[in-house]
């Protein structure tokens, strides 16, 4: 059973352009949790999603991010109009009932 | 107050030594908690889960502390590869999973 993914491992961005992270869960797990961890800083909850259905997005900006989990395919992450202050790394982790999480390894997110 | 607090360290101690770590938390209705690895560049792994009974996983042992408000992890006989950035987390009974800012543990040789 493979982990989880995420792609890509690192992203470098120019401001103004748009990023998209990529998870792909466990398989069998329903449940994606996306975090943003900055340098020094502890992970900070972004948004939580079930299968085509985004739970609690109460951690993400309003503007400029969104997050999708669809029926087939992997979690996407989208920042539109990065900025120098979106630097940082992304994890996803997912979970089979909402409680243990298994984490990927992180998008690594640099914006000059 | 921040939800979840920890000493960030450095906590530098010997290899075989034994190292404690505490973490407070601010929201008394939290439910769950645990204790998660993170290495440098890498993603968190759980460690432990803590119950409320205490429990020990080989050379780790949480604790829960209800009244006090706090979890710690002991680490025995610490080894080389213990160095890490050790992540306290508290759920607050949904899906909400509070995240510590860490401590870091080098073992020396």
């Known amino acids: 059973n493979a982990g989880v993914m995420q792609n890509p491992r690192h992203l470098v961005r120019r401001r103004g352009q748009e990023a998209r992270l990529r998870c792909s869960p466990m398989k069998g797990h329903s449940h994606v949790y996306w975090y943003r961890q900055l340098p020094e800083e502890g992970l900070k909850f972004m948004v939580y999603?079930?299968?085509?259905?985004?739970?609690?997005e109460s951690g993400m900006p309003k503007e400029r991010f969104s997050a999708e989990f669809p029926k087939e395919g992997p979690s996407i992450l989208r920042i539109q109009q990065v900025v120098r202050g979106d630097s940082a790394a992304y994890f996803c982790?997912?979970?089979?009932?909402?409680?243990?999480?298994?984490f990927g390894p992180g998008t690594r997110l640099l914006v000059l | 107050r921040k939800e979840v607090e920890q000493d960030p360290g450095p906590f530098n101690v010997p290899e075989g030594a034994t190292v404690a770590f505490n973490c407070t938390y601010s929201n008394s209705a939290s439910q769950s908690f645990f204790w998660y690895r993170q290495d440098c560049r890498k993603e968190p792994k759980l460690l432990m889960s803590?119950?409320?009974s205490g429990n020990e996983d080989g050379r780790f042992t949480a604790q829960l502390n209800r009244a006090s408000q706090y979890i710690s992890l002991l680490i025995r006989d610490s080894k080389l590869s213990d160095s890490a950035t050790y992540l306290c987390?508290?759920?607050?009974?949904?899906?909400?999973?509070?995240f510590g800012t860490g401590t870091r543990l080098k073992v020396l040789a």
């Open positions: 999603l079930q299968k085509e259905n985004i739970i609690d």
């Open positions: 982790a997912s979970s089979p009932d909402g409680e243990t999480q298994y």
């Open positions: 987390v508290v759920n607050l009974g949904t899906y909400k999973y509070i």
């Open positions: 803590v119950y409320s």
